[in-house]
C-alpha cells in the first residue's frame, strides 16, 4: 500500500491496439484502451491514480500510482498486432504492513497491536508466554491483532514483542 506499482502488457512490436480491463474487488470497472493508427488513449470509469506508464511505444504498460487496498482486482491487458492477439492477466493483492504499539496495562502486562495489516499479522514474545489474542476485522479488509503478555507469566522484566508479515517484519521492547 502506498507504493507505485507497473504492471506490463505482452512485448510485441506493431501494436495496432491495447486495452487494459479492469476489475477490482470495490467499485465499478475501468477499462484504458490505445489506437496506434490514431496514437490516441481513452479511458472509462479510471480513477486519476491508474494511467498509462509510457516507457516507450512498443509497452503499454498500466502503473498505479499510491496503491491502496480498494485497487485489488482482476487486471487483464489485451494487446492487438500484425501477428494475432495476445492477453496477460493479474490478480492484484496489496499488502498494508501494521502498525505496531506496545504498552503497559494498569495491571503492569505488556500489552501489543498490529494494528490495521493487510493480511493479519502475527505476534509472539519473547520470552515466550501464554499469551492472550484478539482479532478485530474492518470494513477495508484490514485486521487489527491485540496481544497480551501476562505479568506474572515469569520473573523476567524486560519483554519484547515479535510482529511478522509479508510486508516485513518489526519487533519492540518493554518493561512494565
Not at 153 to 164: L, Y
Request: some cysteine.
Amino acid at each position: 500500500v502506498g507504493n507505485r506499482s507497473v504492471l506490463t502488457c505482452p512485448p510485441n512490436s506493431n501494436i495496432i491496439m491495447a486495452t487494459w480491463k479492469i476489475n477490482p474487488k470495490v467499485g465499478g470497472a475501468c477499462t484504458l484502451g490505445y489506437r496506434a493508427d490514431q496514437n490516441k488513449t481513452d479511458r472509462t470509469n479510471c480513477t486519476d491514480s491508474i494511467n498509462w506508464n509510457l516507457r516507450s511505444d512498443q509497452d503499454r504498460a498500466l502503473e498505479i500510482q499510491q496503491v491502496e487496498v480498494t485497487h485489488e482486482g482482476k487486471y487483464i491487458c489485451e494487446v492487438v498486432t500484425a501477428d494475432g492477439n495476445f492477453d496477460k492477466k493479474y490478480h492484484l493483492t496489496v499488502l498494508v504492513p501494521p502498525r505496531l504499539t506496545l504498552s503497559c496495562d494498569t495491571e503492569g502486562n505488556a500489552v501489543c497491536e498490529a494494528a490495521a495489516a493487510k493480511p493479519a499479522a502475527r505476534i509472539s514474545w519473547v520470552p515466550e508466554s501464554h499469551s492472550s489474542l484478539e482479532k478485530k476485522s474492518h470494513d477495508n479488509g484490514t485486521v487489527t491483532v491485540l496481544s497480551g503478555f501476562p505479568a506474572d507469566s515469569t520473573s523476567v522484566t524486560n519483554t519484547t514483542c515479535i510482529v511478522s508479515h509479508l510486508a516485513g517484519n518489526q519487533s519492540k521492547s518493554i518493561t512494565c
